[in-house]
Each structure stands twice: as structure tokens, then as C-alpha cells.
């Protein structure tokens, strides 16, 4: 059984962002996996685990230069990483655009009997990604998975949150799952796991077609930070403060 995962890195909360001469300053930022991407990996890693087997390769559009970053996946379990190069700041639909590109790369005319993908980043969080490659495959897709068992005739039963409850549902394969937070705990690497990550194979795939953006970011603005707040005692001290620093009256 083949199972995908799409993961991508994104600013670690705890890093330092700010702007400089009016332009976002990342000097100071370190970058992590997306977490909505650790519970899809979770995920895939526990069906592999499962009585149907198979293998599990993590995709990612990135730069080569954060091989070393994206190790962490490799270090969790998967067998395989793919990166796909593609534009520096890509949309979502170039991102999905250069996944449907890798994956007729590596499976041919055969799709992949699963696909996990995280909900939503934690920098831009349009949540667009999955549902575009799961249209680009001609393949089934749902969103927002808080809970999915394996039933005895090998479909998927599961559960998805919806506002104000919970949609249960059955699929069968082949399938793409966006994950929610909830559906299960990632597990921690070792460093059994980031050993023997160091020996598992990382295919760099090049950008073989341009994708134009569908949807492009033109500037990062910081936000404009509210003036202080200050109690009067009275009419008598807003005319006053109104006369004084507003010129009016």
C-alpha cells in the first residue's frame, strides 16, 4: 500500500518576527514542521503499521537547502522523502500544483491508495492545499479528520468536526485526509530514529513545469499598533484634551 504525506515548514512560534525597514525580518526565525502536518505523518505512520503495510513517502515543496529540516520526518518513521522544488513563496495552487507534478513523477499512472495532508499551515492558514490536490487527482477528499478507523471490509470509518458537532462518515480508497488537531499524538524522535533517518533515501525532484499563481502575495505589512487609552474624569477634561492636542472648540 502506498500512503503520501504532504508537509511543509513554517515559522516556529517561538522565533522572533518582526519588520525592518518596512519589510518582514526573518533573520530571527527558525522553522518546524507545520504541526497539522505532524498528525497527518502520525497518521500515515500508524496505517502503515496496521495489518495492509506499505510505505510511506513524505512530499514537500521546498528548497534542497532544507533537506536537513525536513530529516525530522524520516527521523519519525516515514521511509522515503520527496522534495519538490518550485517557487520561493508559492500559492496554493502552485503548491498543489508541483505535489500533483511529484507524485505522477514517483507512482506513474497509479495515484497512491492514500494521502494525508495537515488542515492548515500555521503561517498563512488558507487551508486550500488539500482540497486542490485531492481535485488535480481526480480523488476523493475530507477535510477537518478528528478520528479515523479502519473497518473489516478495508474502508475508512470516520469523523470530521463540523461547527456545533461532528459529521461521521465512510470512504473508501483511494483517499485524501486533511487532519485536524485531536486525531491523534505525534510521536516524539528518538535518536534511534535521527540515526537511522541519516541513511534513508531523499529524492530531489526539479521543477519541470511553472505553475502560475493563482492568488499572489504582494506585501507583508505590520499592524498598526492602537494609540493608548486614557480615563478623563469628566465633559470638563475631554474639552480640555479636545482643545489642547486636537485644536478644536
Known sequence: MEIAVCVCLVPDTASVIG??????DMTRVSEVMNPYDE??????????????????????????????LLRKSLAMGADRLVIVEGPATPDPWQTASALRDAFAEVYGDSMPDMVFCGRRSTDFGSGEVPGMLAALLGMPSVSAV????????????????IEGGAEHMSVGMPVLF??????NIPRKTSMKGVMEARKKPVDILPQTETHAPRAALSAIRPAVKRKPCHMLDGVDELVRRLNTHEGLF
Open 19 to 24: 519588520f525592518q525597514d518596512g519589510r518582514l
Open 178 to 183: 486533511s487532519t485536524e488537531k485531536g486525531l
Open 146 to 161: 478528528v478520528s479515523l478507523d479502519v473497518a473489516p471490509d478495508g474502508s475508512f470509518l470516520l469523523v470530521r468536526e
Open 39 to 68: 498528525y497527518a505523518l502520525e497518521e500515515a505512520l500508524r496505517m502503515r503499521e496496521g495489518p495492509g503495510g506499505g510505505v510511506v513517502r513524505v512530499f514537500s515543496v521546498a528548497s534542497p537547502e532544507k533537506k536537513e
